[in-house]
């Protein structure tokens, strides 16, 4: 809350209204641990693929994506993380790949011209399946790609 005060201007008691009937629309879900209450977007909502559309089209990482998924290797996930999937706008698009045999070389270069587009810096990592489940399982980490198993 503290942090969303001093990102927004804003009282910590309007920023709970707001993330209270954002949490009554549906949009969100939450998860208390102690006397914290944890907030994360509601993926089966029926309008949580527009707005992390929006989301991704605001930073650009819509069209990182897009070029990735098609040359980088067994592409399996995407997902942004640090003060971008925490909700605040950032300099840095910190971006997690999840997959195997994946191209580092054509990663950095993509990341590198990407970079330049976008205006923003890229942090990407390189993470197995099993080493996202870890490492991130209670870490802010937002999904914005999925192979489609079909």
Excluded: C
């Amino acid at each position: 809350m503290r942090n969303l005060e001093q990102e927004f201007g804003e009282s910590t008691n309007g920023i709970r209204v707001e993330l209270n009937r954002l949490e009554s629309a549906g949009l969100l879900k939450t998860e208390v641990s102690g006397h914290k209450k944890f907030f994360s977007a509601n993926t089966h909502h029926p309008l949580f693929k527009d707005i992390n559309n929006i989301l991704k089209k605001f930073v650009g990482i819509d069209k990182i994506i897009d070029a990735v998924v098609s040359r980088v290797g067994d592409l399996e996930a995407a997902y942004l993380t640090g003060d971008i999937a925490k909700g605040r706008d950032s300099k840095i698009i910190d971006l997690v790949l999840v997959g195997k045999k994946l191209d580092t070389n054509y990663i950095n270069s993509l990341s590198t011209r990407a970079e330049e587009f976008v205006g923003r810096k890229i942090r990407h990592l390189e993470l197995t399946s099993e080493q996202m489940a870890d490492y991130y399982e209670d870490k802010p980490a937002l999904l914005i790609w999925k192979a489609d198993k079909t």
